[in-house]
């Protein structure tokens, strides 16, 4: 399942796993913003799961934040995965998402 979620109090989980690229973004939008419905004012996204991102999937993710702040809700950024850095890093978008946990693979596989 590449998205799924889950209220929790006041927070909604949104966790999103497998690739987040280009074809995968055009499927990933109108699911990420039907979410987007749920009223909760946090929203945090786990994205550990995330095993491959492009510049389609950080458009995704940055649209994702503004229609939050539009709505005057916060986005958290719970867990990256090792691709999500990469990709954070290549384009220098960290403080735009803040710090998150790194989850890193398990001993003996390779990101």
Do not use: C, W
Not at 26 to 51: F, I, S, W, Y
């Amino acid at each position: 399942m590449p998205l799924t979620y889950s209220v929790q109090e006041d927070s909604l989980l949104l966790t999103v796993s497998g690739g987040l690229t280009i074809f995968q973004a055009a499927e990933r939008k109108p699911e990420l913003l039907h979410a987007l419905t749920l009223v909760q004012p946090r929203v945090v996204l786990d994205l550990a799961g995330v095993d491959e991102i492009d510049t389609a999937g950080i458009q995704l993710l940055l649209l994702l934040r503004r229609e939050l702040a539009e709505q005057d809700r916060q986005l958290e950024i719970g867990a990256y995965s090792p691709a999500v850095v990469a990709a954070l890093d290549l384009l220098q978008l960290h403080e735009r998402f803040g710090p998150a946990e790194v989850l890193l693979p398990p001993a003996g596989e390779h990101a």
